[in-house]
C-alpha cells in the first residue's frame, strides 16, 4: 500500500516538472466538476471550458440550489346545495266570450250630381320688356406718351497695348567632357581559409535527482451530512357528508276538468229587403252585404308540467398527490491519469559550409543627358468688347390685354381697360347685368 502511494507522489513530480524542468509543460485545462458545484441536488457534465448542472425533480437553478415548491395543501370547495326553483302553477287565463258586434244597416246616402263650373278662357297677352337705350360712354381718345429721348453714352474704345514679342534664345548649356576614371583592374579577394571549428562532443551525463520523500498529506474523511428525512404534513382526510335536504313535496292542486263552453245558437238578422230608392236618370248600385258566420274558438286543454326529482350532487374525492421520496446518491471523484511528458533526444546541428559571393565587376558611370527647359509662348489675354446696355420703353396695349370687350388706356409703365357696356373684370372678361 505504502509502495503505491510513493509511486503515485513520483509520477505526481514527474507531471510537475521535477525531472526535466527546463521542458514547457502543454496547458492542460483543470477539470471543473471537480470541486462538485452542483452539489447533492444535481449532476455536473462537462461541456468545453465550463460545465452544466442536470438538476433532480423538483430542483432548479444554475447550481441546482433552489429547493422545490411544495404547494400547501388547500380544502376542498363544496358547493352548498341549493333547492331548484319550482315554478308555481298558475291557470291560463281564458277570455271570455264577447258577442262580435253587428253593425245595424244604413241605407247609402246618394250625392245628387252637381255640374262642375268651366272657368271661360282668356288669352293672355305676351310681356313686351320696355326698350331702354344702353348707356355708351363718350370715347376719349388718349395722347400717346412719347419718352424724350435721351443719348445712350458710348465710352471711347481704348485699343488694348500688346507687348511686342520678343523671341527668347534657347539656352545652350557649355558641355563639360565627363570625366572618366582610369580603369584599374582590381585584384580578386581571396578570404583566407579558416577551419572551422567543431566542438568535441561530451557524452551528457543523466540528471538524476535526489530522492526528496514526498508529503502525503494525511487522509481526512469527508463529512457527509447526515440525512434527514423531510417530514411530508399529510392532512387526515375527513371524508364530507354530502348534504341531503329533507324531501318536501311539493303542492299539486286538484285538477278539475273545465266545461266546455258551448255557445248558444243565435240566428243572424236578416233585415228585410226594402227596394231602394232609384232615381230617374242614374242607377245605382245596390250594395249587398256578404254574409259573415261567427268565430268559434277552439278548446286548448292547458299544459300541467311533469314534476322531475333533482339529484343531490356529491362531489368526487380526489386523493392528495404526495411526492415519493429519492434517496441522493453520494459523489464518488472519478480517477484521472497523471500526465507523463515523453522524452525527446536532443538534436544536433549538422555543419553547413560558409557562402562566399562571386566577384562581379562593376561598370563605369555615364551621366544621362537632360534636354534643357525652354518656357513655352502665351498668347496675351485681350477682353471682348461689350456694347453697353441701353433700356428701351415698350407699349403694354401691343399686345392686346382686354380684347374685344374693351379698349387699353396705356399709363406710361401699365395699362388699364375700359371696358364696353354689359362687361367688367380688370381685362373686360366678365359678362353681367351688374356692369349695365
Given at each position: 500500500m505504502l509502495f503505491c502511494v510513493l509511486v503515485l507522489c513520483f509520477v505526481s513530480s514527474i507531471q510537475a516538472g521535477s525531472v526535466y524542468?527546463?521542458?514547457?509543460?502543454?496547458y492542460a485545462p483543470a477539470n471543473p466538476c471537480l470541486k462538485n458545484p452542483c452539489g447533492y441536488n444535481g449532476k455536473c457534465i462537462v461541456k468545453g471550458y465550463g460545465y452544466k448542472c442536470v438538476c433532480k425533480y423538483g430542483y432548479s437553478g444554475k447550481i441546482c440550489d433552489k429547493k422545490p415548491y411544495v404547494k400547501p395543501y388547500v380544502k376542498p370547495y363544496v358547493k352548498p346545495y341549493v333547492k331548484p326553483y319550482v315554478k308555481p302553477y298558475v291557470k291560463p287565463y281564458v277570455k271570455p266570450y264577447v258577442k262580435p258586434y253587428v253593425k245595424p244597416y244604413v241605407k247609402p246616402y246618394v250625392k245628387p250630381y252637381v255640374k262642375p263650373y268651366v272657368k271661360p278662357y282668356v288669352k293672355p297677352k305676351p310681356y313686351v320688356k320696355p326698350y331702354v337705350k344702353p348707356y355708351v360712354k363718350p370715347y376719349v381718345k388718349p395722347k400717346p406718351y412719347v419718352k424724350p429721348y435721351v443719348k445712350p453714352?458710348?465710352?471711347?474704345?481704348?485699343?488694348?497695348?500688346?507687348?511686342?514679342?520678343?523671341?527668347p534664345k534657347p539656352y545652350v548649356k557649355p558641355y563639360v567632357k565627363p570625366y572618366v576614371k582610369p580603369y584599374v583592374k582590381p585584384k580578386p579577394y581571396v578570404k583566407p581559409y579558416v577551419k572551422p571549428y567543431v566542438?568535441?562532443?561530451?557524452?551528457?551525463?543523466?540528471?538524476?535527482k535526489p530522492y526528496v520523500k514526498p508529503y502525503v498529506k494525511p487522509y481526512v474523511k469527508p463529512y457527509v451530512k447526515p440525512y434527514v428525512?423531510?417530514?411530508t404534513y399529510v392532512k387526515p382526510y375527513v371524508k364530507p357528508k354530502p348534504y341531503v335536504k329533507p324531501y318536501v313535496k311539493p303542492y299539486v292542486k286538484p285538477y278539475v276538468k273545465p266545461k266546455p263552453y258551448v255557445k248558444p245558437y243565435v240566428k243572424p238578422y236578416v233585415k228585410p229587403y226594402v227596394k231602394p230608392y232609384v232615381k230617374p236618370y242614374v242607377k245605382p248600385k245596390t250594395y249587398v252585404k256578404p254574409y259573415v258566420k261567427p268565430y268559434?274558438?277552439?278548446y286548448v286543454k292547458p299544459y300541467v308540467k311533469p314534476y322531475v326529482k333533482p339529484k343531490p350532487y356529491v362531489k368526487p374525492y380526489v386523493k392528495p398527490?404526495?411526492?415519493?421520496?429519492v434517496k441522493p446518491k453520494p459523489y464518488v471523484k472519478p480517477y484521472v491519469k497523471p500526465y507523463v511528458k515523453p522524452y525527446v533526444k536532443p538534436c544536433v546541428k549538422p555543419y553547413v559550409k560558409p557562402y562566399v559571393k562571386p566577384y562581379v565587376k562593376p561598370k563605369p558611370y555615364v551621366?544621362?543627358?537632360?534636354?534643357?527647359?525652354?518656357?513655352?509662348?502665351v498668347k496675351p489675354y485681350v477682353k471682348p468688347y461689350v456694347k453697353p446696355y441701353v433700356k428701351t420703353y415698350s407699349n403694354p396695349c401691343l399686345k392686346n390685354p382686354c380684347g374685344y370687350n374693351g379698349k387699353c388706356?396705356?399709363?406710361?409703365?401699365?395699362?388699364?381697360?375700359?371696358c364696353n357696356l354689359g362687361y367688367g373684370g380688370s381685362r373686360c372678361d366678365k359678362k353681367s347685368s351688374y356692369y349695365h
Open positions: 524542468p527546463n521542458v514547457i509543460k502543454p453714352y458710348v465710352k471711347p474704345y481704348v485699343k488694348p497695348y500688346v507687348k511686342p514679342y520678343v523671341k566542438k568535441p562532443y561530451v557524452k551528457p551525463k543523466p540528471y538524476v428525512k423531510p417530514k268559434v274558438k277552439p398527490y404526495v411526492k415519493p421520496y551621366k544621362p543627358y537632360v534636354k534643357p527647359y525652354v518656357k513655352p509662348y388706356v396705356n399709363l406710361k409703365y401699365s395699362y388699364k381697360c375700359a
